[in-house]
């Protein structure tokens, strides 16, 4: 159960990168300067320095990613009640928001907080269900062609 958690937590962590760059690129498309912009402008003002602002980023992305791999695994775990899996799940989530909440201030108004808190939950659930659902429908094929096969080997 550690070794499957740790495996998804970094390959999470991977995927937390991915998402880190693709949040620049993003960013830099929305800010439309022209220059590719690496951190949001208010969080390099807030830590002094572009540098200092860009790794807490990256580092963000990545305990985010990796928790969201760990809760994934939790999540899928069989061995678990239905009751410690989604507290664990929903743990994990948290756990892993709490780098995300503190760059984006979002303990400076509750409301604004709680409800950024609420949509990030959703849509990392949301993903995470769907990569869940994808990897499912590819073992069942793999299970029905595996099926098939026997089938056409005993005739």
């Known amino acids: 159960m550690k070794k499957t958690i740790l495996k998804c937590g970094v390959n999470g962590m991977l995927w937390g990168s991915?998402?880190?760059?693709l949040f620049s690129i993003l960013l830099s498309l929305r800010l439309n300067t022209g220059e590719f912009c690496?951190?949001?402008?208010?969080?390099a003002a807030d830590y002094g320095n572009g540098?200092?602002?860009g790794i807490l980023q990256?580092?963000?992305f990545l305990w985010l990613g990796g928790m969201c791999g760990a809760a994934y695994a939790i999540g899928?775990?069989?061995n678990l009640a239905l009751w410690r899996q989604a507290a664990g799940y929903l743990c994990a989530l948290t756990a892993g928001l709490g780098p995300v909440s503190f760059l984006g201030r979002w303990y400076e108004h509750l409301f604004v907080g709680i409800f950024?808190?609420?949509?990030f939950l959703g849509s990392i659930?949301?993903?995470?269900y769907l990569i869940g659902w994808i990897n499912l429908r590819n073992d069942i094929v793999?299970?029905?062609?595996?099926i098939q096969a026997d089938k056409e080997g005993l005739q």
Do not use: D, E, G, Q
């Open 18 to 21: 991915f998402a880190c760059l």
């Open 38 to 43: 690496f951190v949001l402008p208010a969080l």
């Open 51 to 53: 540098m200092t602002a």
């Open 58 to 60: 990256i580092l963000a």
């Open 76 to 78: 899928n775990s069989t």
């Open 116 to 119: 950024s808190y609420l949509i």
């Open 125 to 128: 659930s949301a993903l995470l």
């Open 142 to 146: 793999k299970i029905r062609n595996a």
